[in-house]
Each structure stands twice: as structure tokens, then as C-alpha cells.
């Protein structure tokens, strides 16, 4: 099924676009942040939200490193929303993980496209990151925020919320690609994904 094991112009067209498509949902869910006590269903709405879009995405993915490539551009999305670095190192192992397991089903599988979306979800961490381990220095960073913000965040970003979210991540990542399936359904079984 694969014809080369480099990306060419149309392999970076469907990266570029379904990264893109993701971005604008980011974009759409961040303002719900503008309320700390909101902000941790970004875990939710981003993975719930982009599942189609993935889900589309991997039937057209054919080469390993595809997934890698967008995890990666969208931890430079957030590297541009101002959220740090941070994302870059998670996105490269969590993009590393889901392009794995689907070749691991020799980009056939529905179910491991599933799992993938739900590993490739993980880059939608990265954005709490500098909010749970480094908030002092963050909100230095960020005063502009305001006293009321910031308090209100660094009381509900403690350290015992990132393994909430990140189940939250793993959890909807995998119901976002579950829907997506079924929404897609017609285009799986087309290219051959079952």
C-alpha cells in the first residue's frame, strides 16, 4: 500500500489542510479559557471536535511521519497562541506514537485509527503545561491577565489536574475518533479501512 516512504507536494497539501482545519477548532474552543474554571474543557471540545477531521485525515495517510508532521505544526500553533515551547517535545512523541499505530495496522485498521486519535489528542496538553508546572513564572510573564485570572487558574491548575487531563485528552480524543468513523464510514470502506 505504500508506494514511497517520502512525503511528496500532496502528502504536505493534506497535512497543511487538516492542520489547518484542527487549528480553526482550536481557535473556535479557545474563547471558553476567557473563564478559568472553563479552560480545563479544552481537553474535551478540541479532541471531541477534531475527530472528524483526523478521522478524514487518516485515510489519506499512507507514509509514516504524516501524523508526527501536523502533531508538531499544531504545538507550533500554540507556540504562536503564546503557550510556550512546551508542546514540541510532547507533540513529537505523543505524533511518533500515533503514526505507529496505524501503520501497525498497515493504515487498514479503524479500530488503531481510533487509538491514534486518541494518542495524537495529547498535543491539547501541552497547553497546560507552563500552567501546572511553572505557573509562578508564567504569570509573570502574563500579568495582563489580572489578579483575579490568574488566582482563579493557579487554584484549579494544581498538579493533580494533569493526569485528569490527560485521560481527558485520551478519553474524548477516542470518542471524537469513534464519531468520526461513523460519520466517515462510506469513505473507510472506499479506501479500504476497516
Known amino acids: 500500500m505504500e508506494q514511497s516512504k517520502s512525503l511528496n507536494s500532496t502528502d504536505l497539501i493534506n497535512i497543511g489542510v487538516f492542520t489547518a482545519i484542527i487549528a480553526v477548532i482550536t ?3 479557545i474563547p471558553i479559557g476567557f473563564l478559568p474554571v472553563l479552560m480545563p474543557l479544552y481537553c474535551v471540545f478540541i479532541p471531541l471536535l477534531s475527530g ?5 485525515f487518516v485515510i489519506r495517510v499512507r507514509k509514516f511521519g504524516m501524523i508526527t508532521v501536523m502533531s508538531i505544526l499544531m504545538a507550533l500553533f500554540l507556540l504562536c ?5 512546551y508542546t514540541l517535545p510532547l507533540a513529537l512523541v505523543t505524533g511518533l506514537i500515533a503514526d505507529c499505530t496505524v501503520k501497525l495496522g498497515n493504515y487498514s485498521s479503524l479500530k488503531l485509527s481510533i487509538a491514534a486519535c486518541s494518542v495524537f489528542s495529547l498535543w491539547c496538553f501541552g ?4 500552567l501546572i508546572f511553572m505557573a509562578d513564572q508564567f504569570w509573570a510573564e502574563n500579568a495582563q491577565y489580572g489578579e483575579e485570572f490568574i488566582n ?3 487554584n484549579i491548575f494544581q498538579l493533580w489536574m494533569a493526569p485528569t487531563l490527560i485521560i481527558s485528552c485520551l ?3 477516542a470518542l471524537g475518533g469513534i464519531i468520526g468513523g461513523r460519520v466517515l464510514k462510506k469513505h473507510f470502506i472506499r479506501s479500504g479501512i476497516l
Request: aromatic residues 18%; charged residues 10%.
Open 127 to 130: 497547553s497546560y503545561i507552563p
Open 152 to 154: 482563579d487558574s493557579k
Open 81 to 85: 497562541t503564546g503557550m510556550g515551547w
Open 52 to 56: 472528524i477531521p483526523f478521522m478524514l
Open 27 to 29: 481557535l473556535i474552543v
Open 171 to 173: 478519553v474524548f480524543g
